[in-house]
């Protein structure tokens, strides 16, 4: 199994920038699709960004803000938020999902959330 910590969240004022990390207990290098999802209060959750086999693809609101990396040396994956707006405001998730092995079961396992709130 592998456990997901995020950390990097905090109140920041608009146009400010924050990176978000991602560590994983093991090696992320299994998991195929990877990425970032956020949860605004009162609506639903929604994909930030989905890198799957190492290929980035971000929401609307993300392209040209955001950006995904990730260190398999670290067994951690980034987000930097730039340009940041009141409405990025929410508590943002990551997830990884992929086989620990050929045989084993396909895993997702989302990190505990961390808060991220603009000010305007």
């Known amino acids: 199994q592998v456990q997901l910590v995020e950390s990097g969240g905090g109140l920041v004022h608009a146009g400010e920038s924050l990176t978000l990390s991602c560590a994983a207990s093991?090696?992320?290098?299994?998991?195929?699709?990877m990425g970032w999802y956020r949860q605004a209060p009162g609506k639903e959750r929604e994909s930030v960004v989905s890198?799957?086999?190492?290929?980035?693809e971000y929401a609307s609101f993300a392209k040209g803000r955001f950006t995904f990396s990730r260190d398999n040396a670290k067994n951690t994956m980034y987000l930097e938020m730039n340009s940041l707006k009141p409405e990025d405001t929410a508590v943002y998730y990551c997830?990884?999902?992929?086989?620990?092995?050929?045989?084993?079961?396909?895993?997702?396992?989302w990190g505990q959330g961390t808060l991220v709130t603009v000010s305007s």
């Open positions: 890198a799957s086999d190492g290929v980035p």
């Open positions: 093991r090696s992320i290098r299994p998991f195929n699709v």
């Open positions: 997830k990884v999902r992929g086989r620990l092995c050929i045989e084993c079961p396909n895993l997702e396992v």
